[in-house]
């Protein structure tokens, strides 16, 4: 699983390959597994005999539009007709599992760069299987013919839809290499074209988690421990039992759950519980001892992740230090958590939003006694994701609730439930230090970051011989520019709070820490923070790219009106590179008004850009509430944030005018569902600098320190 994330080119070939030449594991039984009145060459295709068009996409829709990029390259290389064209959610099945990861999961901004190729040539192989059956019905060579949306064209101009093809193309051989499209030639990839889960969320035919409803099914809520780590001593459940609607008070590993007829029964239940709970090593935790662990960790040596030159025996005419934090963080999707979950006799069922159905297969098969196989994992769609949904929680309780009520049961977290279930982006603090020569260019960069290990909370990874978690350093490790001597250290600190992926993971918060200190540094040399960073970038053409691409959009170094200033950062993360230019004021109390953000982004070839920009969009806005308001923090073990009036999302009145410009491009296509968002933090607070002097080191903005 290290490679899942990062895999090598040759890893990436190998695994693309099995998925490409349909030789994964239950592909052909799903294909065999076709009606005649179908023509379905591999798991991921059906052609109907009424012209109709289905892709089936073993990913999970979050909103960050899978379920429209991924027939979109299957269409593409099929010619198909996208008005015929609707799409399906794979069961969970290894013909589906991703090709980076090796599961069947959805995340790491993978969807895309991972099925770029299998499905294209999915979609192809299925096109000259069509072309072979219509050049037989014909007695005419295949060369003879052509595909035009959803049908097959001889040059005497007969034509036969794709739906009239659907027995004989049935009898053909699957090719093992069809035959790709040049880029020239597409007509749907990188097309506008309509959102296929729109109709079904507008209409209300799509179904989330929340909406599932079963015969004899009870909704159980969980009383968690108030401090991770804790556990319940005693319960008295008697009151709670007396509420009417309430069934069955169970107590399992992860709380005490009540189970009742409806939710707010349940809740009521709950609510009525008198339990003494055992706070356990974690009783006395408090965020003013999480950041002084982390920052007397950075006073010390670290394992070494990266290594370049020699930065001890670099010196410079200036040197600079700097301490940067970022909190813990809660992912606060719309939909809470949720998972429903039926035991029965010969297995198990579950109905979740979920990123992992794969793992989630896994892991229940051991709860339930079960072989996998007998693990049925229906994915609903997801009311955000953000990670969250990857981790396996809520389908797990839910589970074990339901072996032991002899029912099915639908667990629901509430707000509150959710935001303290202790699964967090990490809290990170890095002290850098960096030294300039005469001429202000930058000969030695030094950071030490110290923080959780999401390797070792994930369950499913473990920290390489080198002790040093790749999510923790990157964004720091991996810094562009042009440094002579440059080193990173990791130094592992376990609080005792359970993290996990957030929304671009480690670049979430390092590459506000390492962009920041850029910034700080071109403001040492007394140089422009685009030129400095330009300068520094000679090796690293796209990263150049996007930097100037955003910068001449946004009309650097033009004036703008009084009180605003600009800001400017650069990232790569998941293969991808955006950079964001901020336009910021400040007002009297020391708040930040965020006017407008332009963003550049080089995400190779495009299959759809209206969403990457609505990604982009849309992680501008993640990112921006978290670098306002954004931080859970621990009092006496417990946490203090638990709803929307705690931990504040941004607001419409908040949010600026934002303009995504995406370069052209003719790399391996890679994700966009977390690469807009690390670049946004380091281009408001340089802006803010720029208005107020002060130098934000540590998030949320915190106005009152920013106070005329």
């Given at each position: 699983?290290?490679t899942a994330f990062k895999p090598s080119r040759r890893n990436f070939l190998k695994t693309s390959g099995?998925?490409?030449?349909?030789?994964?594991?239950?592909?052909?039984?799903?294909?065999?597994?076709?009606?005649?009145?179908?023509?379905?060459?591999?798991?991921?295709?059906?052609?109907?005999?009424?012209?109709?068009?289905?892709?089936?996409?073993?990913?999970?829709?979050?909103?960050?539009?899978?379920?429209?990029?991924?027939?979109?390259?299957?269409?593409?290389?099929?010619?198909?007709?996208?008005?015929?064209?609707?799409?399906?959610?794979?069961?969970?099945?290894?013909?589906?599992?991703?090709?980076?990861?090796?599961?069947?999961?959805?995340?790491?901004?993978?969807?895309?760069?991972?099925?770029?190729?299998?499905?294209?040539?999915?979609?192809?192989?299925?096109?000259?299987?069509?072309?072979?059956?219509?050049?037989?019905?014909?007695?005419?060579?295949?060369?003879?013919?052509?595909?035009?949306?959803?049908?097959?064209?001889?040059?005497?101009?007969?034509?036969?839809?794709?739906?009239?093809?659907?027995?004989?193309?049935?009898?053909?051989?699957?090719?093992?290499?069809?035959?790709?499209?040049?880029?020239?030639?597409?007509?749907?990839?990188?097309?506008?074209?309509?959102?296929?889960?729109?109709?079904?969320?507008?209409?209300?035919?799509?179904?989330?988690?929340?909406?599932?409803?079963?015969?004899?099914?009870?909704?159980?809520?969980?009383?968690?421990?108030?401090?991770?780590?804790?556990?319940?001593?005693?319960?008295?459940?008697?009151?709670?039992?007396?509420?009417?609607?309430?069934?069955?008070?169970?107590?399992?590993?992860?709380?005490?759950?009540?189970?009742?007829?409806?939710?707010?029964?349940?809740?009521?239940?709950?609510?009525?519980?008198?339990?003494?709970?055992?706070?356990?090593?974690?009783?006395?935790?408090?965020?003013?001892?999480?950041?002084?662990?982390?920052?007397?960790?950075?006073?010390?040596?670290?394992?070494?992740?990266?290594?370049?030159?020699?930065?001890?025996?670099?010196?410079?005419?200036?040197?600079?230090?700097?301490?940067?934090?970022?909190?813990?963080?809660?992912?606060?999707?719309?939909?809470?958590?949720?998972?429903?979950?039926?035991?029965?006799?010969?297995?198990?069922?579950?109905?979740?939003?979920?990123?992992?159905?794969?793992?989630?297969?896994?892991?229940?098969?051991?709860?339930?006694?079960?072989?996998?196989?007998?693990?049925?994992?229906?994915?609903?769609?997801?009311?955000?994701?953000?990670?969250?949904?990857?981790?396996?929680?809520?389908?797990?309780?839910?589970?074990?609730?339901?072996?032991?009520?002899?029912?099915?049961?639908?667990?629901?977290?509430?707000?509150?439930?959710?935001?303290?279930?202790?699964?967090?982006?990490?809290?990170?603090?890095?002290?850098?230090?960096?030294?300039?020569?005469?001429?202000?260019?930058?000969?030695?960069?030094?950071?030490?970051?110290?923080?959780?290990?999401?390797?070792?909370?994930?369950?499913?990874?473990?920290?390489?011989?080198?002790?040093?978690?790749?999510?923790?350093?990157?964004?720091?490790?991996?810094?562009?520019?042009?440094?002579?001597?440059?080193?990173?250290?990791?130094?592992?600190?376990?609080?005792?709070?359970?993290?996990?992926?957030?929304?671009?993971?480690?670049?979430?918060?390092?590459?506000?820490?390492?962009?920041?200190?850029?910034?700080?540094?071109?403001?040492?040399?007394?140089?422009?923070?685009?030129?400095?960073?330009?300068?520094?970038?000679?090796?690293?053409?796209?990263?150049?790219?996007?930097?100037?691409?955003?910068?001449?959009?946004?009309?650097?170094?033009?004036?703008?009106?009084?009180?605003?200033?600009?800001?400017?950062?650069?990232?790569?993360?998941?293969?991808?590179?955006?950079?964001?230019?901020?336009?910021?004021?400040?007002?009297?109390?020391?708040?930040?008004?965020?006017?407008?953000?332009?963003?550049?982004?080089?995400?190779?070839?495009?299959?759809?850009?209206?969403?990457?920009?609505?990604?982009?969009?849309?992680?501008?806005?993640?990112?921006?509430?978290a670098a306002l308001y954004g931080r859970i923090t621990f009092k006496d073990g417990q946490v203090e944030?638990?709803?929307?009036?705690?931990?504040?999302?941004?607001?419409?009145?908040?949010?600026?005018?934002?303009?995504?410009?995406?370069?052209?491009?003719?790399?391996?296509?890679?994700?966009?569902?977390?690469?807009?968002?690390?670049?946004?933090?380091?281009?408001?607070?340089?802006?803010?600098?720029?208005?107020?002097?002060?130098?934000?080191?540590?998030?949320?903005?915190?106005?009152?320190?920013?106070?005329?």
């Amino acid at each position: 699983m290290r490679t899942a994330f990062k895999p090598s080119r040759r890893n990436f070939l190998k695994t693309s390959g099995l998925v490409i030449g349909f030789a994964l594991p239950g592909a052909q039984r799903l294909a065999e597994a076709a009606t005649p009145a179908e023509f379905k060459p591999n798991a991921y295709l059906r052609v109907g005999a009424d012209d109709r068009v289905t892709v089936v996409v073993g990913l999970s829709e979050m909103g960050q539009g899978v379920h429209t990029a991924i027939p979109q390259l299957v269409a593409e290389e099929l010619d198909a007709d996208w008005t015929r064209v609707r799409v399906e959610q794979a069961p969970v099945d290894e013909a589906y599992k991703n090709p980076i990861f090796g599961i069947q999961a959805t995340g790491g901004s993978t969807s895309v760069n991972g099925n770029w190729g299998p499905m294209r040539k999915a979609g192809a192989a299925a096109r000259e299987m069509l072309v072979a059956a219509a050049a037989q019905t014909w007695k005419v060579d295949a060369s003879e013919c052509r595909t035009e949306k959803g049908a097959v064209v001889h040059k005497s101009g007969k034509k036969l839809s794709y739906g009239k093809l659907v027995a004989a193309a049935s009898k053909q051989p699957v090719p093992k290499e069809p035959k790709l499209k040049d880029a020239s030639e597409f007509k749907i990839i990188g097309q506008n074209l309509r959102r296929l889960d729109t109709p079904q969320k507008v209409n209300g035919s799509g179904k989330y988690g929340l909406d599932v409803r079963l015969p004899g099914m009870l909704t159980a809520v969980l009383a968690q421990p108030p401090v991770p780590g804790g556990k319940a001593v005693s319960v008295d459940d008697s009151k709670a039992k007396q509420v009417k609607g309430v069934r069955q008070v169970i107590q399992i590993p992860q709380g005490v759950a009540v189970l009742a007829d409806g939710y707010w029964q349940a809740k009521k239940g709950r609510d009525a519980l008198q339990i003494q709970w055992d706070k356990g090593a974690n009783a006395g935790l408090s965020s003013e001892g999480v950041t002084k662990m982390l920052t007397e960790a950075t006073q010390q040596e670290g394992k070494v992740a990266r290594n370049e030159g020699s930065v001890g025996s670099a010196s410079g005419a200036k040197t600079l230090e700097a301490v940067y934090e970022a909190p813990y963080l809660a992912h606060a999707c719309m939909e809470p958590m949720n998972a429903t979950a039926w035991v029965k006799k010969d297995g198990i069922e579950i109905w979740a939003g979920t990123q992992s159905q794969g793992p989630n297969q896994g892991i229940l098969s051991h709860v339930g006694s079960v072989d996998p196989k007998q693990v049925k994992v229906n994915t609903m769609l997801l009311g955000g994701g953000f990670g969250r949904r990857f981790a396996p929680d809520f389908t797990i309780a839910a589970t074990v609730l339901s072996k032991m009520a002899g029912k099915p049961v639908k667990l629901v977290y509430s707000r509150e439930d959710d935001m303290r279930a202790y699964f967090y982006r990490p809290a990170s603090v890095t002290r850098f230090a960096a030294g300039l020569d005469e001429s202000g260019k930058p000969v030695s960069f030094t950071a030490r970051v110290a923080s959780p290990s999401i390797m070792e909370a994930s369950g499913f990874m473990k920290l390489p011989p080198d002790g040093v978690d790749s999510f923790a350093v990157e964004g720091v490790k991996d810094v562009p520019y042009d440094i002579p001597n440059l080193r990173v250290e990791y130094s592992r600190q376990e609080p005792g709070v359970q993290v996990w992926f957030w929304r671009s993971v480690g670049h979430s918060q390092n590459i506000f820490f390492s962009e920041s200190f850029i910034d700080e540094l071109a403001n040492a040399a007394g140089k422009d923070p685009f030129e400095f960073r330009r300068s520094l970038l000679g090796k690293q053409p796209r990263y150049k790219g996007v930097l100037e691409l955003a910068a001449e959009r946004a009309g650097w170094g033009k004036p703008l009106p009084q009180g605003v200033h600009r800001g400017i950062a650069v990232a790569q993360s998941f293969g991808s590179y955006v950079a964001e230019v901020a336009e910021v004021s400040v007002d009297k109390d020391g708040r930040p008004k965020v006017h407008r953000v332009v963003a550049a982004v080089d995400c190779g070839e495009v299959v759809n850009p209206e969403i990457v920009k609505r990604q982009c969009e849309s992680a501008i806005v993640f990112g921006l509430t978290a670098a306002l308001y954004g931080r859970i923090t621990f009092k006496d073990g417990q946490v203090e944030q638990g709803n929307f009036d705690t931990y504040p999302m941004l607001r419409m009145s908040e949010m600026p005018k934002v303009e995504v410009y995406i370069v052209k491009s003719k790399e391996h296509a890679t994700g966009m569902g977390e690469p807009g968002l690390p670049a946004l933090a380091p281009a408001v607070t340089a802006a803010i600098y720029k208005a107020t002097g002060k130098r934000i080191r540590k998030l949320p903005i915190n106005p009152e320190a920013l106070k005329a």
